[in-house]
């Protein structure tokens, strides 16, 4: 794992979450920049690296609006959800990102 890369895109999941805020108007910059960052983090660590499987559970896709694995109408969430969500998220990246970092400093990756 490139420890920089993993720095700077920590710093820029921390600068979204404060731009965005919590408004349910941010709804859908929120779950872009949460699909986005998934990917950048994704191709950080690389498809055989184990972390990679391990992000992959900790932070699996949301269901899309149809389809198997859609949400039943009942659950659906409206725009505050969808950014609480989407936050809940971000912020869990964030996270677990400093935890590679700090891991990385320390010399205990993988």
């Known amino acids: 794992m490139d420890r920089d890369v993993a720095i700077r895109v920590r710093a820029a999941i921390e600068a979204t ?7 349910p108007t941010f709804a859908e910059g929120l779950v872009e920049a949460d699909r986005r960052f998934r990917t950048a983090i994704t191709e950080l660590l690389g498809e055989d690296d184990p972390l990679s499987a391990e992000f992959r559970v900790l932070f699996p896709l949301p269901p899309t609006g149809s389809g198997p694995n ?25 996270g677990w990102l400093q935890g590679l970092i700090d891991a990385t400093d320390s010399g205990r990756t993988n």
Do not use: T
Request: net charge positive; glycine share 12%.
């Open 17 to 23: 979450l404060r731009e965005q805020g919590s408004y």
């Open 70 to 94: 859609a949400a039943p109408a009942r659950v659906r969430l409206d725009g505050a959800g969808i950014s609480k969500n989407a936050r809940m998220h971000l912020a869990g990246m964030s």
